[in-house]
């Protein structure tokens, strides 16, 4: 059935075996979250944003952000069985002063999941990097990165905190900066990790994920990223294990930590 209004599709989970959920903007300027049923479209339909929307039910008026669409109980046909106004939940610790509605940001390409380069007013349209939840279970990691990056702030550890990004008022992720002609560690780079991680050690927090996909190398000098595993550590056994084992995990040619952030 085809829909009247523009509808977008942001982001998406896919699971041919159980409900798939959809993050879709609509007409430009409210989001909603969907559900479908298993069994409802093939996995083809529901991964590519025009076919998606060409096959969803009409939306419902009114004042909702969450649906789930279903068989009808009458012609078996998909349609919308329930929507409802959620309150989402949204990052508490929101310890920095500047804000970014989602919708302001611009986006300029895919970094990993949940990560991308975006340009934004409040930055003269600078590209800087934005990692938020796409959907509300993400929430929990994000929060616990947000707290990380209070930590650092200011300590030459990662990349610069610049604000929260909100959408409909609660705190979804945030922007750092992008450093650009960066490129992953290797183990000829141990020397500048070693470094980076021993200021992180020395605010007594454990990174908990050192890959060499973590660690960004730009002139000489490394970065570290992805805080969402990072937690306070007072065992200084605990932080020697993990510098301890940081060559071996740069000389790690398994992929292990993802695709790249760059």
């Not at 209070?150 to 705190?171: A, C, K, N, Y």
Request: aromatic share 10%; with cysteine; charged share 25%.
């Amino acid at each position: 059935m085809a829909n009247q209004q523009r509808i977008e599709l942001l982001q998406a989970e896919v699971d041919v075996n159980d409900q798939s959920s959809f993050r879709l903007l609509v007409n430009g300027q409210s989001i909603k979250y969907i559900t479908v049923e298993p069994g409802i479209y093939s996995t083809e339909e529901m991964c590519l944003g025009p076919s998606l929307v060409s096959i969803l039910p009409d939306f419902p008026p009114g004042d909702w952000n969450e649906g789930l669409i279903s068989r009808d109980a009458d012609d078996n046909q998909p349609c919308f069985t329930s929507i409802k106004l959620t309150q989402f939940p949204g990052v508490q610790n929101t310890w920095h002063e500047t804000r970014i509605d989602y919708l302001d940001l611009s986006m300029e390409g895919k970094l990993r999941t949940g990560i991308y380069k975006v340009k934004c007013p409040q930055y003269d349209n600078v590209v800087v990097v934005a990692k938020f939840a796409r959907f509300p279970w993400e929430i929990q990691y994000i929060g616990n990165e947000t707290t990380a990056y209070q930590w650092i702030s200011g300590h030459d550890v990662g990349p610069g905190f610049l604000g929260h990004v909100t959408e409909s008022g609660r705190v979804i992720g945030f922007l750092i900066e992008y450093i650009r002609d960066a490129r992953h560690a290797g183990i000829q780079d141990v020397k500048s990790c070693r470094e980076v991680l021993g200021r992180l050690h020395d605010l007594g927090v454990c990174h908990g994920d050192t890959n060499p996909f973590n660690f960004l190398i730009c002139d000489g000098k490394a970065t570290l990223i992805d805080f969402d595993t990072a937690r306070k550590c007072d065992d200084r056994g605990v932080l020697f294990q993990e510098m301890d084992g940081l060559a071996a995990c740069l000389d790690d040619r398994s992929s292990r930590g993802g695709g790249g952030f760059l």
